[in-house]
């Protein structure tokens, strides 16, 4: 699928914008907002927390699920990381607020480069921002590998 | 739970529990630091008066793979109320990593009273004890510039490495399948090791870091400890001992085990580590879970 064209979703876009308009320090504090407005999961997923400990170290524990609407072609994101990892968190509500509801395709035509457009390498670190885009390499993975499971041979 | 007994540990002044903390933690010498991996987290809430400290940010020049220098430490110490005189507890998250980092980093600008908190910033938590999100304001103080940052006496370079290959006990504080050098990312994840090879340097001892704490982040007993790295990891009573592991930091955690709790004299950190090691042109590694032995010249 190496052939889709990228694309930012406008709810995305948006997002981006709100961190384009403010300096490094208060990107910080955007990012905590984001993390602060991550909802909880939803209860039947509540025992399956604890996958989310189950990482290699290095490894931030990130919960993620998504639910497929096929009828309308969208996806649902269920993501959730622990208190302790607030960055992790905030890039998932990032990511959930940007994509949640949207077609299978237009997931999939989200930038790669998202974490770089939002402006944090200089306050996050390079090394830290590789969260943030292995988190849309999931999401975008699971969406492939469910559109595969369910395309007709 | 009985009070733990720091009075076990070579260098005893080098730890404080929370306890101490909060006691002391107003007291006019004493600054509180803490030092996360992760960036947002002391905004959350931390120890009432406890600075924020960045150890990529604030450490680290922005230009050259290297860290501060003397006038930017001095001018960072400056604004963060410190003086010589100061004792600076460093506590952090993950068994406290990255406050180890930095105080190995304090540590290499000749800064005498360094403590580490036992159990870190999950401790104090686990222990409900107060956090907040207010940022103290400190007044400035006028912290001398170092004569030089003393990298000769804590920090490895490759060559010292090299040189040191075959002469002395190499510490590998990765985890095990960073040791071997089997590929673990899942799918998906980039290679969180960020180097073209995977593998050890010859004769490094694989002791993961995290073989050194106990599973509420304090630090074993001295016993313990001493059984780990003196007698599984053959350290023995080695004179000089240098740790590595992906940029430092993990290894700066063990440094202050074999420094400051085992007493070891000369233990050096290579900062540089398996991402420096493990895409250098013409270093030997290892792979597999043995040893190794020494290359020929």
């Known amino acids: 699928m190496t052939n889709t064209e990228q694309k930012m979703p406008a709810s995305l876009q948006e997002i981006v914008d709100e961190f384009q308009a403010v300096e490094d320090r208060q990107r910080l504090e955007l990012l905590l907002e984001f993390a602060n407005e991550l909802p909880d999961v939803p209860e039947q997923y509540q025992d399956r927390l604890g996958e989310m400990e189950q990482v290699e170290e290095c490894q931030t524990p990130l919960f993620l699920t998504v639910e497929y609407d096929d009828a309308s072609r969208t996806a649902q994101l269920v993501l959730a990381a622990p208190a302790e990892a607030p960055t992790t968190r905030g890039f998932a509500s990032i990511v959930h607020q940007g994509l949640n509801g949207l077609t299978y395709e237009e997931i999939l035509a989200v930038p790669d480069d998202l974490a770089d457009r939002l402006g944090l390498a200089r306050t996050i670190t390079p090394l830290r921002l590789r969260g943030i885009r292995a988190m849309l390499a999931r999401i975008k993975r699971n969406v492939r590998d469910h559109l595969q499971q369910t395309t007709p041979h | ?297």
């Open chain 2, 1 to 297: 739970m009985a009070d733990k007994d720091f009075s076990q540990y070579a260098n005893p002044d080098a730890l404080v529990s929370t306890d101490w903390v909060a006691e002391h933690k107003d007291d006019d010498n004493v600054v509180l630091l803490e030092s996360n991996e992760d960036v947002l987290l002391y905004e959350t809430g931390h120890i009432p008066g406890a600075q924020k400290i960045d150890w990529h940010t604030d450490l680290n020049d922005p230009v050259t793979r290297d860290f501060i220098n003397e006038e930017q430490f001095a001018a960072f110490a400056s604004a963060k109320g410190i003086t010589p005189e100061t004792t600076v507890v460093f506590y952090g998250d993950k068994s406290n990593w990255w406050a180890a980092y930095a105080l190995w980093v304090f540590t290499l600008f000749g800064h005498k009273d360094l403590r580490l908190v036992d159990g870190g910033r999950q401790k104090w938590v686990d222990e409900g004890r107060e956090l907040t999100t207010e940022v103290p304001s400190p007044t400035p103080t006028d912290y001398p510039v170092p004569a030089k940052r003393e990298d000769d006496a804590w920090r490895a370079f490759r060559e010292d490495v090299l040189e040191h290959l075959g002469k002395g006990p190499l510490v590998d504080v990765r985890s095990p399948a960073e040791y071997s050098g089997e590929v673990t990312s899942a799918p998906g994840f980039e290679d969180k090791e960020g180097a073209l090879r995977g593998g050890h340097i010859p004769t490094a001892a694989s002791v993961p870091w995290a073989k050194a704490a106990n599973e509420d982040g304090t630090f074993k007993s001295r016993e313990e400890l001493e059984k780990i790295y003196k007698e599984e990891a053959g350290v023995g009573e080695a004179d000089e001992v240098i740790a590595y592991c992906r940029i430092g930091e993990r290894s700066s955690h063990t440094w202050f085990v074999l420094k400051h709790l085992l007493g070891y004299d000369k233990v050096r950190n290579y900062d540089g580590s398996w991402t420096e090691w493990g895409n250098a042109v013409r270093l030997p590694i290892v792979t597999g879970t043995e040893k190794g032995e020494v290359p020929a010249k």
